[in-house]
């Protein structure tokens, strides 16, 4: 009877330990920790030209975007996309263009597109693409186009594209 109520003992007790690690496993993913999405931060990144401020991504497609640009000559941003294939195909023409001078900042309403069609994603999704921006060195009347890497979280409800 004693090696019996043993097994019994030695086996409930393990019992126990494997459901609660079932449990807090489970718990694991259901709050997303094993969810690789979860993790990305929104990041921008574009060459020494420019930088960005902040950044949202809404569900609809619209980047929100503040841009610091650092040519150390006045600009004239002409024209901006955000594209999952470098692809200035769909860039919004600014008309007028956006001035700005050494160090001066501008925010910006864009439609973020993958392949030939516009952007849409759930909450806390990821787009991956490119910031294109054309501009105009206004000292050397030379035309520049500056590409950068956008990550983004679908974090907004929407944002009205222009």
């Keep these: 009877m004693s090696r019996a109520q043993t097994a019994i003992e030695y086996l409930t007790s393990y019992g126990w330990m494997i459901l609660i690690v079932v449990v807090v496993i489970t718990a694991l993913f259901a709050f997303g920790i094993f969810n690789p999405s979860s993790h990305v931060s929104n990041s921008c990144t574009m060459p020494a030209s420019f930088s960005c401020q902040g950044i949202s991504l809404a569900q609809n497609g619209g980047l929100y975007i503040n841009l610091t640009q650092n040519t ?41 597109y993958t392949n030939s069609s516009t952007f849409s994603g759930t909450y806390g999704s990821v787009y991956h693409g490119y910031l294109i921006v054309n501009y105009t060195d206004l000292v050397s009347s030379f035309q520049y186009t500056s590409v950068g890497v956008v990550v983004a979280k679908v974090s907004a409800n929407s944002i009205a594209v222009p």
Aim: charged content about 10%.
């Design 72 to 112: 150390g000559d006045p600009i004239n941003i002409t024209a901006i996309s955000c594209d999952a294939t470098q692809s200035t195909r769909n860039a919004e023409v600014l008309t007028p263009p956006v001035y700005l001078g050494s160090g001066d900042n501008a925010s910006f309403v864009m439609q973020c």
